[in-house]
């Protein structure tokens, strides 16, 4: 299904022809070269935009990406790690609903218009997940499907969430989550770009999930099923990322929902004026 079939049946259903979401991509990409033709050869060409975040590739990676896609907006990071990547093109995003995908391969853009589907229908953020039926991975190891269990499940006993996958990374949501998400991008004196901060680790997607748990929003889950790179290594380690990740868990729920609940109430509650704006803060997260 494409996000034009997507737009017509939900026009359809709600009785207007002005219903239609732009829809922005964000890439985090770092010598992905081989795997990028792969990965655009999916997307959806009905896209607002792409951005791919440029984490100082060596190889060909930036030139294929325009070749690929001549419209492409290319960025580069402020900081070293994947977070600070996605912390950067979330700045630069401009559509109502942000999509993350990986440039490896391993996240099928096949999958986006599901994602779109379950925000058009509500839910403020769609949350990938392997271990739902019809989902699956030929590429995670039975090491790290035991460490997702295990921190899982600490996020849920911690946050009365009801997640089935802590640490995937295809995620979408509409824009206006981002002030509740609230990953830093920008430049933070004293620290250069050889630097990286807490949350522009692989632990970003525990950050995002657990901030956003903690803001009472509506999560929908998507079944995704997340494939083997294409070509070349991970530069996921599954024990020091893992720590990263326990580490953030603690440190969340130490700062307590006070600061997310005051964010969230900030932002206007209007249901059905605006893709962008949040209908269901306040609600009790499913």
């Given at each position: 299904?494409?996000?034009?079939?997507?737009?017509?049946?939900?026009?359809?259903?709600?009785?207007?022809?002005?219903?239609?979401?732009?829809?922005?991509?964000?890439?985090?990409?770092?010598?992905?070269?081989?795997?990028?033709?792969?990965?655009?050869?999916?997307?959806?060409?009905?896209?607002?935009?792409?951005?791919?975040?440029?984490?100082?590739?060596?190889?060909?990676?930036?030139?294929?990406?325009?070749?690929?896609?001549?419209?492409?907006?290319?960025?580069?990071?402020?900081?070293?790690?994947?977070?600070?990547?996605?912390?950067?093109?979330?700045?630069?995003?401009?559509?109502?609903?942000?999509?993350?995908?990986?440039?490896?391969?391993?996240?099928?853009?096949?999958?986006?218009?599901?994602?779109?589907?379950?925000?058009?229908?509500?839910?403020?953020?769609?949350?990938?997940?392997?271990?739902?039926?019809?989902?699956?991975?030929?590429?995670?190891?039975?090491?790290?499907?035991?460490?997702?269990?295990?921190?899982?499940?600490?996020?849920?006993?911690?946050?009365?969430?009801?997640?089935?996958?802590?640490?995937?990374?295809?995620?979408?949501?509409?824009?206006?989550?981002?002030?509740?998400i609230g990953l830093n991008g920008g430049e933070v004196e004293g620290v250069d770009e050889r630097t990286m901060l807490w949350g522009?680790?692989?632990?970003?997607?525990?950050?995002?999930?657990?901030?956003?748990?903690?803001?009472?929003?509506?999560?929908?889950?998507v079944p995704s099923f997340e494939r083997s790179r294409y070509f070349g290594t991970s530069n996921l380690n599954a024990f020091t990322?893992?720590?990263?990740?326990?580490?953030?868990?603690?440190?969340?729920?130490?700062?307590?929902?006070?600061?997310?609940?005051?964010?969230?109430?900030?932002?206007?509650?209007?249901?059905?004026?605006?893709?962008?704006?949040?209908?269901?803060?306040?609600?009790?997260?499913?």
């Amino acid at each position: 299904m494409t996000l034009t079939q997507i737009n017509s049946r939900t026009q359809r259903k709600l009785g207007t022809e002005n219903l239609e979401p732009t829809v922005s991509i964000v890439i985090p990409a770092k010598n992905e070269a081989l795997n990028l033709p792969h990965v655009f050869a999916g997307l959806p060409r009905d896209l607002h935009e792409v951005i791919l975040v440029d984490g100082g590739s060596t190889d060909d990676t930036v030139e294929v990406a325009r070749d690929l896609w001549p419209d492409i907006t290319i960025i580069g990071q402020t900081r070293k790690g994947k977070g600070n990547a996605l912390a950067c093109g979330f700045e630069e995003a401009s559509g109502d609903f942000i999509v993350m995908l990986d440039a490896d391969g391993s996240t099928d853009p096949a999958e986006i218009p599901l994602f779109i589907e379950a925000l058009k229908e509500g839910a403020d953020f769609a949350k990938g997940s392997r271990f739902m039926s019809g989902a699956g991975s030929s590429d995670i190891s039975r090491f790290r499907q035991l460490g997702n269990y295990f921190l899982n499940k600490t996020v849920n006993v911690f946050y009365g969430t009801r997640y089935t996958d802590l640490c995937y990374g295809y995620n979408a949501f509409r824009r206006e989550c981002l002030s509740v998400i609230g990953l830093n991008g920008g430049e933070v004196e004293g620290v250069d770009e050889r630097t990286m901060l807490w949350g522009d680790g692989f632990e970003v997607e525990t950050l995002i999930n657990v901030r956003i748990a903690k803001a009472g929003l509506r999560v929908a889950e998507v079944p995704s099923f997340e494939r083997s790179r294409y070509f070349g290594t991970s530069n996921l380690n599954a024990f020091t990322d893992g720590i990263r990740v326990l580490r953030t868990i603690h440190a969340e729920r130490k700062r307590g929902a006070r600061r997310a609940a005051t964010t969230s109430a900030a932002i206007e509650r209007e249901a059905g004026i605006s893709w962008s704006l949040l209908s269901t803060l306040g609600e009790e997260a499913c």
